[in-house]
């Protein structure tokens, strides 16, 4: 027990398990409100339903592929833009000031924009959700690029490489690794854009469940509906984790 | 082996081929000797500043080793970044006797891609010289093993001590056979005994080859223990090389024995009594 006590890991559990049950407890004893904060007993049981009837599964679809097409198509145009800028000069001067003005604003309030020039399909959601991990992956790269170590340049230059020596060699490796730093970010922010969007104006997602079940003051589908995003955002950090660990293994060997 | 090296050079370096210990080396500084870089009249600077150094102009010829110390902020080390091509002068012009592919650059800090094992990182420059990858991983791992790094081969950078890190730095370089190796301070992060055995190691390879050597350093009794001739540079900005100083020491030198020859401390005397006016003029006329 006193072993299992040093783990980190076992003493987080026990103090959730322990926050769990003052709450269930508080809630049947009539201190909490269900109304406003439904007992765990009653969140586990919207979640069974909402799993047990299948009602959910579109909505899990629809939200997942939104985030994960966010994530692709904004890794890529993030570091396309973020290369493109690092090289070329007159590039970085028209990319640079809109990348900061967009980095400097909420970039969710371009969702009602999107959701008017995409419609409430799954185009918009991609949309919000790319624009939030490009703008990230951007300074990533471009300030990966900048800040590269130059003595492993003149080092590959004496040893007789040229640009695309270098770029193989010094420049894509070690852009990676500031990628691969700010993925978990990204994840995040995939998510963030999918679920926002979907709640602006959408007919399924998790982020539609959402927006439905704060309109009809359903705390207990609402928390529910939380507790999923939760569990699918840690999945995917565990898998960028996975891949993070696995391309820098230089770095963790 | 590489077809292009032509004189006496080849001798060495057949006579390591065939794995016999012949110490074949060119004569050092003699006059048929070609020189593999001649400086002429070199001034550079960075920026806009005030040029670092002007008016420096001198020679390496084949198999000697030259060096260059002075005062820090003197550019010593600029004078390596314009031949290696680093770093373009402002005037004056860097004739190599030697395609710019046998030299070979050996840097202060251990700097290797930290993404590549160790014998990747050996293996690069030849890769980069049009070795297919194969054969070049094989080269690399013999050169780790001629350096004292067998079973390193697959670590990375981080993984290794300082002196693996130099050791693998040096394997990087000696793999591609250079005829010019030019070394800015390439020692002085390593403590005593291994920096001595490091520079005793790469001097018995220099000698048995015949690599000519640009080495900066300033450390005195290093640059003398190590050259056939000393250049002093004046305090910068605008330093100039105001004493040369040749080293009448036989080879091959061992970096212990070599201080006890008659003429190494008074020289080192000498250069230090030198090296000390010029510092104490350019603080004067400050």
Request: no cysteine; charged share 20%; proline share 5%.
């Amino acid at each position: 027990m006193s072993a299992l006590f040093d783990k980190t890991w076992a003493r987080q559990a026990l103090a959730l398990a322990a926050l769990l049950i003052l709450w269930e407890g508080l809630g049947r004893a009539g201190l909490i409100d269900p109304f406003y904060a439904p007992p765990p007993s009653a969140i586990a049981l919207a979640l069974y339903e909402l799993f047990a009837d299948g009602s959910i599964w579109p909505h899990l679809t629809a939200t997942l592929s939104a985030a994960l097409a966010g994530l692709g198509f904004g890794l890529l145009l993030g570091a396309v833009l973020g290369f493109g800028a690092a090289m070329v000069r007159p590039v970085a001067d028209i990319i640079e000031p809109v990348m900061i003005l967009l980095n400097a604003i909420p970039r969710v309030i371009l969702a009602p924009l999107f959701i008017i020039w995409f419609g409430i399909g799954l185009g918009s959601k991609v949309a919000v959700s790319l624009v939030l991990v490009a703008v990230l992956i951007f300074f990533a790269v471009y300030s990966g690029i900048r800040e590269v170590d130059v003595r492993l340049v003149e080092r590959v230059r004496t040893l007789g490489g040229g640009r695309m020596t270098l770029l193989r060699e010094v420049y894509i490796p070690s852009v990676t690794a500031w990628i691969l730093g700010n993925l978990k970010v990204a994840v995040g922010f995939a998510f963030t854009g999918a679920v926002v969007g979907e709640f602006v104006a959408s007919s399924r997602g998790l982020g539609y469940l959402l927006s439905f079940a704060q309109s009809t003051y359903n705390a207990a589908l609402t928390i529910a509906l939380i507790v999923i995003i939760m569990g699918f955002v840690l999945i995917l950090f565990g898998l960028a984790g996975r891949i993070e660990r696995r391309l820098l293994h230089w770095r963790y060997a | 082996m590489n077809k292009m090296i032509k004189g006496s050079l080849a001798v060495a370096h057949e006579a390591f081929d065939d794995g016999t210990e012949v110490r074949v080396r060119p004569q050092a500084g003699g006059t048929d000797a070609r020189p593999v870089v001649s400086v002429h009249d070199l001034a550079m600077r960075y920026g806009d500043d005030e040029p670092v150094i002007e008016g420096v102009s001198l020679e390496v010829r084949e198999g000697e080793v030259v060096s260059l110390v002075g005062p820090s902020g003197s550019g010593k080390s600029t004078i390596l970044r314009a031949i290696s091509g680093l770093h373009a002068p402002l005037s004056g012009k860097v004739d190599l006797g030697i395609p710019a592919t046998e030299m070979g650059f050996l840097f202060q800090d251990d700097a290797l891609l930290p993404w590549r094992t160790a014998r990747d990182n050996v293996a690069l420059g030849l890769r980069l010289h049009g070795k297919p990858v194969g054969g070049a991983r094989q080269e690399a791992g013999e050169w780790m093993a001629r350096l004292g790094l067998k079973g390193f081969e697959l670590r990375y950078p981080r993984q290794l001590s300082g002196g693996q890190r130099k050791r693998v730095a040096l394997a990087q370089v000696l793999a591609l056979k250079p005829r010019l190796l030019l070394m800015d301070e390439p020692f002085a992060s390593l403590d005593a005994i291994v920096r001595h055995r490091v520079t005793q190691d790469l001097l018995d390879w220099v000698e048995r080859e015949g690599i000519a050597v640009l080495l900066v350093t300033h450390d005195l009794e290093e640059a003398q223990a190590l050259s056939d001739v000393v250049n002093l540079l004046s305090q910068g900005p605008r330093a100039r090389i105001s004493h040369r100083y040749p080293v009448e020491i036989p080879r091959p030198r061992d970096l212990i024995g070599v201080r006890g020859h008659p003429t190494f401390a008074p020289l080192l005397q000498r250069i230090w009594k030198d090296l000390s006016v010029e510092v104490e003029e350019a603080t004067a006329n400050r």
